[in-house]
């Protein structure tokens, strides 16, 4: 079997390419996280919903990865690690893990935040961007809390434990409580948002694609988090 020639890439490796697409499209947050461009602008959907969906997808995904040739050792390595990881998400979501995903190291409710720290702030149409995915902060913990809710109904609930700690990690970053350094979450004004577009710079003048202001659209997207 001959390597894989990255100038006519296999079709296991054309899949893999499509795949990433779809991860991306399917979680702005995850996109961003990846440096795949083109999402920046949205944040998440965790609602019960759409978790069914994406396992549906998962379904899907994973049937086309189990059919697609493999014509080097290469594309064997790339099927095998496309199969494991879509088995385990496929796993988490049949398990139903998704619906206690909550923890203090890294869950839904801190990455919807953390996204923000990875975006770029130099320019005004950054920011632009940054308000638009602001925006969405509000609809994109609500989905967060009903799949928590479904969680509990269906008795899957996360260990008291964690939801302790990221409640007060939530109150941290809403400027509710301080850290234990004694110091408010970011800005005791108005939270962590606040904080963060304190360091909007630019001109007020410059338009977002809706034709709103940037420093105005972006200061009542955070407000409205």
Request: include cysteine; hydrophobic fraction near 40%; charge should be negative.
């Amino acid at each position: 079997m001959t390597a894989s020639d990255p100038l006519h890439p296999s079709p296991a490796f054309m899949l893999a390419d499509r795949l990433v697409e779809q991860m991306a499209a399917q979680s702005p947050i995850t996109a961003t996280y990846m440096g795949v461009a083109g999402h920046d602008h949205r944040l998440d959907d965790y609602g019960p919903q759409e978790a069914e969906r994406k396992q549906q997808r998962l379904v899907e995904q994973l049937a086309e990865v189990r059919s697609v040739p493999v014509l080097s050792d290469d594309d064997r390595v790339a099927v095998a690690i496309m199969v494991e990881r879509l088995e385990a998400d496929l796993e988490w979501h049949r398990t139903g893990e998704h619906l206690r995903d909550i923890n203090v190291l890294g869950s839904p409710v801190q990455m919807i935040r953390n996204v923000f720290t990875l975006m770029p702030t130099d320019t005004d149409e950054q920011w632009g961007v940054i308000a638009d995915r602001l925006s969405q902060v509000p609809a994109s913990l609500a989905s967060v809390r009903a799949t928590y809710a479904e969680g509990i109904a269906q008795d899957r609930a996360p260990a008291r434990r964690q939801v302790l700690g990221v409640v007060r990690v939530a109150e941290i970053c809403a400027g509710i409580t301080e850290d234990a350094s004694g110091v408010p979450g970011r800005s005791a004004a108005g939270g962590w948002f606040q904080g963060f577009i304190g360091g909007y710079t630019g001109s007020a003048r410059h338009t977002t694609g809706t034709g709103c202001p940037i420093a105005l659209h972006t200061v009542e997207a955070a407000r409205a988090v």
